[in-house]
């Protein structure tokens, strides 16, 4: 890069605006694309890039309150900014943290679709005593500001409520991202003015104090493709959100990954996927979900921070929640993991099935309308239909455990804190309150009596029967 060596990138990131447009009392840059805050895919994308921290400017503690210290392990630190006097002002809040031998990366916090690659772009383009802008060319400039060059060099920024008719006529604009030197920062900040129509001290007038003394400005041309796009209003939110997630499924798909219907998935940049996978329509991938390869997942399941092993069969409509789910188990269809579940090797979970913070076996089985709860349940377990282990007694939540081999007959209760000794067999509709020695039957049932001839006598004592 043309920075010296020992110069560190620093991320300022301009984050205090409220964003009226938006129509929202949360601040704009808490307005969630693909699942995170846009502010925190502007920080990412400049850890990516080589950036060493970042300073985000806020205002009324809004956004450190959210993100606190880091961001995915990268150092985030924040400056105040509680008046709205403009992106100088704002940059000015920073200085303090900032050093003279510092080179500043400039970016807005609405920009949650900018790639590690752009921001590098404009750091190898860094000159020393002077500034690198982002620009792009539009048909229609609309409110951006307009890029003024002489002798190829960039010589003033002029905000469109301030510009000229011949300004107005410029299409290259300016895109809010710069490099510029904390030395430069330091020098030329408190020279800005707010002699303007907004009444605010802007960024973009450093760009002329520069022309001024000798050291114009260099314009980095960016394309229209999407990276640069600023969200100012739910619309544009919207169009955020598709252009990023068109990104992460078209780089799953290059790795191998099947999805069956794009438009209709959701797969969030944090997600790894295995090649030879199926996405049927309707999924949603959140978090740190991570799965293997050769897995199939079923129309409308979510899964939010689970780990799915290779070869792994989830049927339609299955919820997961940091959950565990080993090689070649199927889940499904409409089962729910929640928190704590973890499926073993070859297990198997069947529809409208619950389970949570339980472990089952290698091989074990709940095929069917059961709700396990704080279990243990061990290797070539098979749990019948209906079975539901009583786990709460309204203050305390207590443990099941099932030995390997274990055969649970359907509508059981299973009343915790209880173990079933391996290989035991427990009558359908028992309720167990005991432990169930290895290798017992365990049956609870109350004895079936038959009352012959009670229809006749039933119907008799009532009068005539109806025809």
Known sequence: MAAQPNKEFVAVILAGGHGTRMKSQTPKPLHRVLGRPMVVHVIRAAAQSGC???????????????????????????AAQDVPLGTGDAVRCTLPQLRSDDVVVILNADLPCITAEAIRRLMQAHIPESLVVATSRCDEPGSYGRIVRADGGVVAIVEAKDATEEQLAIQEVNQGLYVVGGDVLAELIPQLGNSNAQGEFYLTDLVHLLAQSGRPADGIEFDNSGELMGVNDRVQLAEADASLRGRVLKHHMEQGVTIEDPARTVVEDSVTIGADTVLEVDVTLRGTTRIGSGCHIGQGSILTNAVVGDNVTVLPYSIMDDAVVEDGARVGPFARLRPGAHLCAESRVGNFVELKKTRLGVGSKANHLSYLGDAEIGEGVNVGAGTITCNYDGTHKYKTVMEDGVFIGSDTQIVAPVTVGKGAYVGAGSTVTEDVPAGALAISRTPQVNKEGWVERKSGSSGEKES
Do not use: C
């Open 52 to 78: 060493s921290r970042a300073v985000v400017v806020e205002k009324d503690g809004a956004i450190s309150s959210v993100l606190g210290e880091s961001v995915d392990g990268f150092p985030v630190s924040y």
